[in-house]
């Protein structure tokens, strides 16, 4: 039962993580950027948010346990 709490969490995050990316990066190309410019600006999204959900996720397993 954990397992799948667990896989389907980091599912959801993934998907969260790329419809983010791909946000930025079509409001990039929106704002005139060029293909390479909004495809570094989406990769620096998905890792920030992959990064803010890992962090919030250690301090609330702190709580937690």
Same mark, same amino acid.
Do not use: E, H
């Given at each position: 039962?954990?397992? *799948?709490? @667990?896989?389907?969490?980091?599912? +959801? @995050? =993934? @998907? =969260?993580?790329? +419809?983010?990316?791909? /946000?930025? /990066?079509?409001? #990039?190309? =929106?704002? /005139?950027? &060029?293909? %390479? *410019?909004?495809? =570094?600006? #989406? *990769?620096?999204? $998905? *890792?920030?948010?992959? &990064? +803010?959900?890992?962090?919030?996720? %250690?301090?609330?397993? @702190? $709580?937690?346990?």
């Amino acid at each position: 039962m954990t397992v *799948a709490v @667990v896989l389907l969490a980091t599912a +959801l @995050v =993934i @998907v =969260i993580a790329l +419809l983010a990316a791909a /946000g930025a /990066g079509k409001l #990039a190309r =929106i704002d /005139g950027a &060029t293909y %390479s *410019a909004a495809l =570094i600006l #989406a *990769a620096t999204t $998905f *890792a920030a948010v992959i &990064t +803010l959900t890992a962090t919030v996720a %250690s301090v609330i397993a @702190v $709580f937690l346990i």
